[in-house]
């Protein structure tokens, strides 16, 4: 029952799911003056929400608490959280990566760097959510060992649905494979909460964030005040607002499972 309403209840808080309910009670409100005020509600949440400023500035806030270190030292183990890979179902003939696939290449670079000796890849799948036939574990694994690592080195976490169960069934193997210290991959925006929860397993834990949406250069030119770059930062996007409601997702995760004891 968590899942479920970890994965439903937050629609209507994001920006576009609120926007869609006070759009809905302004149809059904007799009232001119509060239909007003609840058309204007939805579309400044829908500006603010689909601007750049708001967006980058949100995402910048999650994926540069844990800057990657010039120099990643070594550990007993490398942990991939699932969510880079697409299943392969037709007219997909294989699996392929989408745009958090950087965590598979950055984990492989890491043990090719002889950074661990083992990968440990976690992500299950929410049958009710998604019937994609196989676990992003799984996944990640296929796509690994076509990269040339050995499926010896890989160990498989197929059973979680959310990032709690992600630490919590990954460290049960760890602990059997007497694994203290860890290299842990994952997105940058999802870094914050995936440090904390496998620290609070009692991990040591080395962040290697990848796939950062707000670099030095994107940040450096969102604060161009010339008209075209003004126009382009004010007007709202679909990329803007999915960014500012994967940015809402995490801080909403991190109140959640702090509210949990899971922190």
Same mark, same amino acid.
């Given at each position: 029952?968590?899942?479920? #309403?970890?994965? @439903?209840?937050?629609?209507?808080?994001?920006?576009?799911?609120?926007?869609?309910?006070?759009?809905?009670?302004?149809?059904?409100?007799?009232?001119?003056?509060?239909?007003?005020?609840?058309?204007?509600?939805?579309?400044?949440? #829908?500006?603010?929400?689909?601007?750049?400023?708001?967006?980058?500035?949100?995402?910048?806030?999650? !994926?540069?608490?844990?800057?990657?270190?010039?120099?990643?030292?070594?550990? !007993?183990?490398?942990?991939?959280?699932?969510?880079?890979?697409?299943? &392969?179902?037709?007219?997909?003939?294989?699996? !392929?990566? %989408?745009?958090?696939?950087?965590?598979?290449?950055?984990?492989?670079? #890491? @043990?090719?760097?002889?950074?661990?000796?083992?990968? #440990?890849?976690?992500?299950?799948?929410?049958?009710?959510?998604? =019937?994609?036939?196989?676990?992003?574990? !799984?996944?990640?694994?296929?796509?690994?060992?076509?990269?040339?690592? &050995?499926?010896?080195?890989?160990?498989?976490?197929?059973?979680?649905?959310?990032?709690?169960?992600?630490?919590? @069934?990954?460290?049960?193997?760890?602990?059997?494979?007497?694994?203290?210290?860890?290299?842990?991959?994952?997105?940058?925006?999802?870094?914050?909460?995936?440090?904390?929860?496998?620290?609070?397993?009692?991990?040591?834990?080395?962040?290697?964030?990848?796939?950062? %949406?707000?670099?030095?250069?994107?940040?450096?030119?969102?604060?161009?005040?010339?008209?075209?770059?003004?126009?382009? %930062?004010?007007?709202?996007?679909?990329? %803007?607002?999915?960014?500012?409601?994967?940015?809402?997702?995490?801080?909403?995760?991190?109140?959640?499972?702090?509210? =949990?004891?899971?922190?």
């Amino acid at each position: 029952m968590f899942v479920f #309403l970890s994965k @439903f209840l937050p629609l209507f808080v994001y920006p576009l799911g609120l926007a869609c309910v006070l759009l809905i009670l302004a149809l059904i409100r007799s009232s001119t003056r509060i239909r007003s005020y609840l058309i204007s509600g939805a579309l400044i949440l #829908l500006w603010l929400g689909g601007n750049r400023w708001v967006a980058y500035s949100l995402a910048r806030s999650l !994926e540069w608490r844990y800057l990657p270190p010039d120099e990643i030292p070594p550990a !007993e183990a490398i942990v991939v959280l699932g969510g880079g890979t697409e299943a &392969p179902s037709y007219p997909r003939l294989f699996v !392929e990566v %989408n745009g958090a696939g950087d965590r598979v290449i950055f984990a492989a670079r #890491l @043990f090719k760097q002889g950074k661990a000796p083992f990968i #440990l890849l976690s992500g299950g799948y929410i049958t009710w959510l998604s =019937q994609r036939g196989s676990t992003p574990a !799984e996944e990640m694994a296929d796509l690994l060992t076509l990269i040339g690592i &050995p499926s010896e080195a890989l160990w498989l976490q197929p059973r979680s649905q959310n990032t709690h169960e992600d630490a919590v @069934f990954s460290a049960e193997i760890l602990r059997q494979k007497g694994v203290h210290r860890i290299i842990l991959v994952t997105s940058a925006q999802h870094m914050p909460r995936s440090v904390a929860l496998f620290k609070h397993q009692g991990f040591e834990v080395i962040p290697a964030p990848t796939d950062f %949406n707000v670099t030095e250069n994107t940040w450096r030119d969102l604060w161009r005040f010339d008209p075209p770059s003004l126009l382009i %930062n004010l007007l709202p996007t679909a990329d %803007n607002l999915g960014l500012t409601t994967s940015s809402l997702k995490e801080y909403l995760g991190l109140l959640i499972y702090r509210l =949990q004891g899971w922190l």
